[in-house]
């Protein structure tokens, strides 16, 4: 069948060759199946099978450990597929395990995100830059051909220059040998005279010698002693002309400045993944402002401790009290909630979902409020919760001290059951403080992030537990202490991470790398943080009782 002049073809079944639009698949013996030939296929007791639905096909691994058991697990840690069996071995003892299509999900999801990013962000940035080159590129001949000119002109400018020097250098020349050719026809004119006296002085004493006459020779006066005193000998230095050594310094011919072909960090400002319609619409920001300030009654209580986002347009608060409340972008209560044991609040969280939980220290709860009802969802016994996050995937990420043992972890929970415990690090030790408030968000590569008042750090590792970078401030002279206490990530897979006692949020990549401040005049005693879906920041003020909306440059 021509593909290029006929619609494609449709599936069809391996065993009656019948067609079909929604097969079945053996993903071991890789057979497309229709519903009538599945029970002939599977009678096939010589092989292994593993059916699944056509869209799921590819998803079924055999274990390698366990020839008989399909995979439908997946050891993040060990970072391959294994079997139920394979959990039973103590080399997935502590390791986080999930369903093999979940895990497949959450990959995707990532995926899916380094793909958005290269295609609307990597991609776009690098096409402006080979375009830029091509403009410098241009604009280098174009200067080229400028500059030979000015050269050129300049070169002609410097042979006029030399030609004059030369003339002048002539002209000073024939001056200089005028000059001597005079002294010398002078000092000629004076000799000859001289020497025509001689002669004459020598023909008058021939004659007194011939002469008999005594009164005449006696009358004769000598002259030899003013003949023997010789003019003046005349001592002449000839011009000479030396040339110099060219020297490239002192001559002015001029010089190109000095080429620079430095790179730079590129600043083009890049849209927002996921956020197309609002971020195409977003002015460029240089400097970060506040947008809007919402008082809450939690300052008067005590404090502003926490803050999350139910939508654009409201926020939920907590401070020292036991109360929750709603609150609209323009300042109004929309609504209070009591917790239900009457304790403080510890933490809360909005769901992708819309909906709140929150965590109860001295009832050692996680509940979730819908409306005004409020269902205790987890329960701990030695250890206590004190701050939540909900990840991508819908799990909860639940930071857990305890008291007695003086340690802390980070627990995921799929609803009430524990999945995963976040507690040491590859060498074995305590990747958190046993002290101080802890905070923790999830980012968008799935790292989890925390930070750890106890010891002023960030600590963030991968989904599967492992140490990624612990962050302790940007580098400084003066090394102030880093103080964090609230943190979020935005749609950038930046951390934002609350300076308490500096005024000051810092920002990060999710590598750790530093990038700058929300500076402290706009900011005091910031505490809990979290952005919406436009990457604007809200940050919960401790003592004032003030929630800010700040828009930033991402």
């Excluded at 139920?84 to 895990?103: A, N, R, T, W």
């Excluded at 403080?344 to 819309?354: C, F, L, M």
């Excluded at 905070?439 to 590792?461: K, M």
């Excluded at 005024?503 to 505490?527: A, M, N, S, T, V």
């Amino acid at each position: 069948m021509d593909p290029w002049r006929s619609a494609q073809d449709v599936l069809r079944c391996h065993h009656c060759g019948g067609s079909t639009g929604s097969p079945l698949f053996c993903d071991i013996c890789n057979t497309h199946l229709c519903k009538t030939c599945v029970g002939e296929h599977l009678s096939d007791f010589s092989k292994k099978h593993g059916l699944v639905s056509f869209g799921r096909r590819g998803s079924t691994y055999t274990c390698l450990k366990h020839s008989s058991n399909i995979c439908d697990l997946f050891c993040e840690q060990c970072d391959h597929p294994i079997c139920k069996f394979c959990i039973s071995f103590k080399e997935h003892h502590g390791h986080f395990v999930e369903d093999i299509l979940k895990s497949l999900e959450s990959k995707r999801h990532v995926l899916k995100m380094e793909l958005q990013a290269l295609v609307k962000t990597v991609q776009p940035i690098y096409q402006k830059i080979a375009t830029n080159i091509q403009v410098q590129k241009v604009e280098l001949k174009k200067n080229n051909k400028i500059q030979i000119t000015a050269i050129r002109k300049h070169g002609k400018d410097l042979h006029r220059e030399i030609d004059n020097n030369i003339k002048k250098l002539e002209a000073d020349l024939d001056e200089m040998d005028t000059e001597l050719m005079t002294v010398l026809t002078k000092k000629e004119d004076e000799i000859a005279h001289i020497s025509s006296e001689i002669s004459k002085n020598i023909a008058d004493l021939k004659n007194l010698i011939a002469s008999n006459d005594v009164s005449v020779v006696s009358a004769h006066i000598s002259r030899n002693a003013e003949f023997r005193k010789l003019i003046p000998k005349l001592k002449m230095s000839l011009p000479r002309f030396t040339s110099q050594r060219i020297n490239m310094e002192t001559i002015q011919l001029g010089s190109l400045s000095v080429v620079s072909n430095e790179t730079t960090e590129h600043n083009f400002v890049t849209d927002s993944p996921g956020n197309d319609s609002s971020s195409s619409e977003r002015p460029t920001i240089v400097v970060p402002f506040v947008i809007k300030e919402i008082n809450t009654t939690s300052g008067e209580s005590g404090g502003l401790r926490s803050v999350s986002c139910l939508n654009d347009d409201n926020i939920w608060t907590c401070g020292q009290d036991n109360i929750l409340q709603l609150y609209s972008l323009q300042g109004k209560l929309v609504k209070s909630i009591k917790t239900k044991s009457g304790n403080r609040p510890e933490d809360i969280e909005v769901t992708r979902n819309g909906d709140l939980f929150y965590t109860d220290e001295n009832d050692r709860t996680v509940n979730a409020v819908n409306n005004s009802h409020i269902e205790t969802l987890i329960k701990t016994h030695e250890w206590t919760p004190c701050n939540v996050c909900n990840t991508f995937t819908g799990d909860f990420l639940i930071l857990l001290y305890n008291d007695h043992s003086k340690q802390t972890k980070v627990v995921r929970y799929s609803g009430s059951s524990e999945k995963q415990n976040i507690q040491f690090n590859d060498n074995g030790q305590a990747l958190y403080s046993s002290h101080g408030s802890k905070c923790i968000s999830e980012n968008r590569n799935l790292d989890i992030c925390v930070s750890d008042w106890g010891s002023n750090t960030v600590v963030v590792v991968n989904r599967a537990g492992n140490l990624r970078f612990v962050y302790t401030g940007p580098p400084s002279k003066t090394k102030e202490s880093f103080t964090p206490r609230g943190i979020t990530t935005d749609s950038q897979s930046q951390i934002l991470i609350a300076d308490y006692y500096n005024h000051r949020i810092h920002i990060i990549d999710q590598d750790g790398f530093f990038l700058r401040f929300i500076e402290k005049w706009e900011l005091q005693y910031p505490c809990g943080l979290c952005v919406d879906t436009k990457d604007n920041l809200f940050v919960a003020e401790y003592r004032t009782g003030k929630v800010k909306k700040i828009q930033y440059d991402v």
